[in-house]
């Protein structure tokens, strides 16, 4: 680790934030530089200094400026003085018989969010959320039962890969052998909210896991999974570059209206051209269609058949999710047969179409099962605004 060749008097006079520190996680590099120029940082030294800070915050796992061995004593000093490296708060750890992992974080504001982490053989899942509550009310998601309370910022976003790396040890010891192993090596946008309908920050989240210098996450290790939101599909491909998933769920938009509401305002159809035309899926990235198996609701034999045929010319995977269910859910899971009976047509027909294992059940971790108490208060704009540390 290089050593500061820079003396400490280069350093403009410090000036401290009247409106106190502000948290480094979640910025963007230009973010943090316009952070760091802002308290005292001179502005040819300041790409190099991000460069060194990211690398501490994401790929060391830092949070004390103090330890940040290879910059000047003063200048630690000025960033200790002007900045935070914090997390989201761990209120509750729950571990399923299975090994799943279920967090609940607490952000600013007191609200609070559910995060799933599955693991696997040599490898583990997390499952992370990006709104409090949702936008949309999908009538089998538990969560679609929770008002939308705010968006997440980015660092609350990429805080939760950061907590979960925390819990796993997954963060490289200086002087260790390099382990290429990953507890932590797939992110699924698949918890709570709707994240197109949260898009920058999101976006900024996603660029800091897959940022060379800091978790460098791949981005075919990133799915994100919409119910629908049209306008921000292509966008997607072009900003973030991660897999797309898509909350489909119906094979008629009489069906799908009742299941996937957002159907009312982009129809079956309109979904399908936006993902024909998807800029980054091709036969190894294929768009994934998650099926959520329905007693006497979407599970028949022709429904099988149809979605097969609404799909055609779409490099496509099929995800059968078994329901998950919770208190009060309106529907029942397809029995083990039908499921099965669903999976042959499907895979008769040239798709692989696993049937996804219910994983973390017992602490109501599974998919569609993620609902925190946080309700939404009457908040004005200016108040999630401060909460969240943006402009209103
Ligand atoms: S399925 Fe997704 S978009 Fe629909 S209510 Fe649940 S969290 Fe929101």
Redesign the pocket.
């Known amino acids: 680790m290089p050593t500061d060749a820079i003396t400490p008097d280069v350093l403009t006079v410090p000036r401290k934030r009247p409106e106190g520190p502000v948290n480094l996680v979640g910025l963007t590099r230009e973010a943090m530089r316009q952070a760091l120029i802002a308290a005292g940082t001179p502005e040819r030294q300041a790409r190099m200094r991000v460069g060194q800070i990211w690398q501490w915050i994401y790929h060391w796992g830092l949070r004390d400026f103090a330890a940040m061995t290879n910059l000047a004593k003063d200048y630690r000093a000025l960033l200790a003085e002007n900045f935070v490296i914090a997390l989201p708060e761990v209120v509750t750890r729950q571990v399923s018989g299975d090994g799943t992992r279920k967090y609940l974080v607490r952000i600013a504001g007191g609200h609070e969010v559910e995060v799933v982490y599955i693991p696997e053989e040599d490898r583990g899942t997390l499952c992370v959320s990006s ?1 409090v509550g ?5 009538s ?5 039962t929770q008002k939308l309370v705010r968006n997440l910022t980015a660092g609350e976003i990429i805080g939760q890969v950061m907590l979960a790396r925390d819990d796993l040890g997954e963060w490289p010891v200086p002087g260790a052998p390099k382990d290429e192993t990953r507890l932590l090596s797939n992110v699924v946008l ?5 994240p197109l309908y949260n898009f920058e920050n999101v976006r900024d989240a996603m660029k800091i896991a897959m940022d060379p210098e800091g978790i460098a996450l791949s981005r075919r290790r990133i799915t994100l ?3 629908g939101v049209v306008p921000e599909i292509a966008r997607t491909a072009e900003e973030i570059g991660c897999q797309l998933a898509i ?1 489909f769920h119906a094979t008629t938009d009489e069906v799908r209206d009742r299941l ?1 509401p ?1 159907n009312k305002r982009w129809p079956i159809a309109e979904l399908l051209d936006a993902l024909r035309t998807y800029p980054k899926a091709s036969n190894s990235e294929r768009i994934t269609f998650e099926y959520v198996m329905l007693d006497g609701v979407n599970d028949t034999d022709a429904d099988a058949r149809r979605l097969i045929k609404l799909i055609e010319g779409i490099p496509a995977k099929i995800n059968l999710i078994p329901f998950n269910e919770w208190p009060g859910a309106p529907y029942r899971r397809s029995t083990p047969a039908r499921i099965r009976a669903f999976a042959d047509i499907i895979y008769k027909a040239g798709y692989a179409s696993p049937i996804r294992t219910p994983r973390g059940e017992d602490i109501m971790a599974a998919c ?1 099962q ?1 609902k925190s108490a946080t309700e939404r208060a009457r908040k004005s704009r200016a108040q999630i605004a401060a909460e969240t540390g943006t402009s209103g």
């Open positions: 709104q949702c936008t949309l009310t999908c089998f998601c538990h969560t679609g698949m918890g709570m909210g709707e999974s919409t119910s909350s996937v957002i569609g993620l």
